[in-house]
């Protein structure tokens, strides 16, 4: 286990000189703060946080799967709001802003299909199960792919732009359903162990530390990241 | 262990990987583009 915090220790460091030496400005700030913050997040999962009576290590899985799905959630509701913006306005900065929410929300989407069945397979004895929360979430991912997909097979940008907004607010539809699918049908996901309708869940503090130190970390690579993607779409715009 | 080791380096390597290539993305338009606006200063 040290190996592998070393090993993420040093990528961190790399990432770190990298990112002070290209960047400039508050996205120098952004991504070297989210830098830190992953460092430290990484350090209080595995020498803060106690190790759970009865998942052991897998649970440490948690750290990084329920950050990745909130995160993704949020961008997914960004997506929305701003598509319902872009059809009111018509403005290119909102359609770009919607797809730079998409882009990153796929990505960490991603992370949550794949650290999930890794999570999976020691605790439940698969890796993969057709219940109502992995299935709708896998309908969540392969909506947003369609929407990135769907933008770049349009080249006309109002067409685009237009057609992308109604997929974004249509797709964002799907994500009470995932939030939801645990209350609502009888899965093998377990249901909001963080945070449910009667307040915080009584997780020890160490577990909060952990947890709450993730999300930070990935709340600011969320910023970064979509900021770097939103430029991206400018210059584009401009060639 | 197993399965936490490779859910971490999984989680980090993809998280290195495309924010690596994002900035890069984002660098290389960027010099493009001033190596554009500068050929066209001299054109003019």
């Known amino acids: 286990m040290s190996v592998l915090v070393l090993f993420i220790f040093l990528m961190l460091i790399f990432s770190f000189v990298f990112l002070f030496k290209i960047e400039k400005g508050l996205n120098r700030w952004l991504g070297l703060m989210s830098v830190g913050s992953f460092a430290w997040a990484l350090y209080s999962i595995f020498y803060v946080a106690k190790l759970d009576r009865f998942q052991s290590a897998p649970q440490k899985i948690f750290y990084i799967h329920v950050p990745s799905a909130w995160i993704s959630f949020f961008a997914f509701f960004l997506v929305f709001i701003f598509s319902v913006k872009y059809l009111f306005s018509g403005r290119t900065k909102d359609d770009l802003l919607a797809n730079s929410f998409a882009e990153v929300g796929v990505f960490f989407n991603t992370l949550v299909l794949i650290t999930g069945p890794i999570w999976a397979r020691p605790i439940w004895g698969v890796w993969w199960t057709w219940d109502a929360r992995l299935t709708t979430s896998l309908i969540l991912w392969l909506l947003y792919v369609g929407y990135l997909m769907l933008r770049s097979y349009v080249d006309e940008f109002e067409r685009r732009a237009r057609l992308s907004a109604i997929l974004g607010i249509f797709a964002f539809l799907n994500v009470p359903i995932v939030h939801y699918s645990v209350l609502w049908w009888r899965t093998l996901h377990p249901a909001p162990v963080v945070i449910r309708s009667g307040g915080m869940a009584d997780l020890p503090i160490s577990m909060h530390i952990a947890l709450w130190s993730s999300c930070l970390s990935v709340l600011l690579l969320f910023i970064f990241l979509v900021r770097k993607r939103f430029n991206i779409g400018e210059l584009l715009n401009k060639f | ?44």
Do not use: H, P, Q, W
């Open chain 2, 1 to 44: 262990m197993s399965y936490v080791i490779s859910a971490y380096l999984i989680f980090y390597v993809s998280i290195f990987i495309f924010s690596a290539r994002t900035v890069l993305r984002c660098n290389i338009l960027e010099k493009k583009i001033k190596e554009n606006k500068r050929i066209d200063g001299i054109s003019e």
